[in-house]
């Protein structure tokens, strides 16, 4: 078992954490992360991380299919 510093709380803190409203939200997630990635990996690839900059895209690919899919529900 590891011990994480700086991470202990109780269950009644925990409890009582609510996550941001753009997290309580999957598509508005989706969407922030679309809005994040492509400069994020773009930056990856310029620094020469095409690893991370690969998996970073399959992230982004995952973000746009959820916001496509909602926005065709609506739509």
Do not use: F, Y
């Not at 679309?34 to 992230?59: F, K, M, N, Q």
């Amino acid at each position: 078992m590891r011990h994480r510093h700086g991470h202990s709380q109780t269950q009644a803190e925990a409890k009582d954490r609510q996550p941001p409203p753009t997290l309580a939200d999957p598509v508005a997630s989706a969407r922030l992360l679309v809005d994040t990635l492509a400069p994020a990996i773009d930056r990856a690839e310029a620094a020469g991380l095409t690893i991370i900059a690969r998996h970073l895209s399959r992230g982004l690919d995952l973000a746009r299919r959820i916001v496509a899919s909602s926005d065709s529900r609506q739509g």
